[in-house]
């Protein structure tokens, strides 16, 4: 019998959203296998939750299982210029661990707070870079509980997308990635990543809790934070939950948001926006439990 642990979704999401929900903490390729073996033959409802940096958790809860990857999951080694990371190592310290060996191609990523797996989920990135820049091969434990790994070029990576976003649930167990030296060495590398911290510290509500950019950028359409704030949406409340004065992009859990305050929100910010500009905002916030 899998043994599973009742947690706080809020505890696991940067939004501080989220209520309760069973959880497992697979920390290797059998253990993940074990609880996923499980979950599909019982036709109990799962999901991955990396960092929580992309989630919105239900505030009543979740009647299902959240696998946490934790142990050799969370951890990341390098090898000359590759990096090979398990799915639930924390991206920035990567990042950061990158530049200070002075390899390149991970200077966009030193303040994104997410997972190796969500980031590859989602394509991250930021500032003309994306995360399938540097990605050589993606391995991942599908549903049958087997282990497959794709090349990068059939991982489907587009703007904010990527193949493991479509049909069923798989689980990103390992990322290997190829990096670059920098002539400058590290010196160069921790500059440019400090000046990328500044920026962000400068552009986005860091201080308070949220999950990073609400909507993607409309194919050939401007930044979904201009679109929102021409708009006259900034400071657009429903309950706890508010579009950010600092970022139009963002949605702030100003004490005591729930799920459903910042999910009206969305709707509204997204048909004010399609009301009064045509453009038709995609969510780039996942909702847990709705695949």
Known sequence: MTEFKTVDLSRFTTWGIGGPSRAAFPGNDDELASVVEYLENTSIPWTVLGRGSNTLAPSEG??????????????????????????????????????????????????????????????????????????????????AGELHTLAMEQCGFAYRKSRFQEGAPVVI?????????????????????????SLRRAKF????????????????????????????????????AMVSHVHA??????????????????????????QRTGYDLLREVELLGER
């Open 249 to 274: 992009n963002f949605i702030e859990n100003r004490g005591g948001a729930t799920s459903g305050d910042v999910i009206r929100l969305m709707e509204l910010v997204h048909h004010r926006v399609l």
């Open 173 to 197: 167990t390992q990322v290997v990635m190829d990096l670059s030296r920098c002539d400058g060495g590290p010196g160069i590398l921790r500059e440019r990543a400090s000046q990328v911290l």
């Open 205 to 240: 509500p860091l201080g308070v809790p949220n999950a990073g950019s609400v909507f993607k950028r409309p194919v050939d359409g401007p930044p979904p934070g201009r679109l929102i704030e021409d708009c006259g949406l900034k400071g657009l409340a429903v309950g706890g």
């Open 62 to 143: 979740w009647d299902g299982v959240v696998i946490v990857l934790s142990g050799e999951y969370q951890r990341f080694r390098f090898r000359g210029t590759s990096l090979a990371a398990g799915g639930g190592a924390p991206l920035p310290s990567m990042a950061g661990a990158a530049c200070s060996l002075g390899l390149d191609g991970l200077v966009f990523a030193v303040g994104i707070p997410g997972s190796a797996g969500g980031a590859v989920f989602m394509n991250a990135g930021a500032y003309g870079s994306s995360l399938s820049d540097v990605v050589r091969e993606v391995t991942f434990l599908s549903r």
